[in-house]
């Protein structure tokens, strides 16, 4: 069962030319959406490719060697935290 629609309150104003307009109005009726779901589509997709390309970093090999090194290091143990977690959890009462 799929979860129930959102509903719509919001407002987005777009100026556009008289090509654009004409373009996307054919790919609406040509795909058989309503204007607005064809819009609310193409929007979502395209924010959420936006979004994604965001997590994913593309190194050169020099870049990522040294990144390699830095992260394949031992760290230095720091007794203080060592200390913290030896420590048994306090108990919920």
Same mark, same amino acid.
């Given at each position: 069962m799929s979860a129930p629609a959102? %509903?719509?309150?919001?407002? =987005?104003? /777009?100026?556009? &030319? #008289? %090509?654009?307009? *004409? =373009?996307?109005?054919? *790919? *609406?009726? *040509? #795909?058989? =959406? &309503?204007? %607005?779901?064809? /819009?609310l589509r193409a929007a979502?997709? &395209? #924010?959420?490719? %936006? =979004?994604a390309e965001r997590d994913h970093v593309v190194l050169d090999s020099e870049t990522w060697d040294r990144l390699d090194a830095r992260v394949g290091r031992r760290g230095k143990r720091?007794?203080? /935290?060592?200390?913290l977690f030896a420590r !048994? #959890? !306090?108990s919920k009462d």
């Amino acid at each position: 069962m799929s979860a129930p629609a959102e %509903t719509r309150h919001e407002r =987005l104003h /777009v100026r556009l &030319s #008289a %090509t654009d307009d *004409a =373009l996307i109005r054919a *790919a *609406a009726q *040509a #795909a058989n =959406l &309503s204007l %607005t779901e064809f /819009v609310l589509r193409a929007a979502r997709a &395209s #924010a959420a490719h %936006t =979004l994604a390309e965001r997590d994913h970093v593309v190194l050169d090999s020099e870049t990522w060697d040294r990144l390699d090194a830095r992260v394949g290091r031992r760290g230095k143990r720091n007794a203080r /935290v060592a200390d913290l977690f030896a420590r !048994p #959890a !306090p108990s919920k009462d």
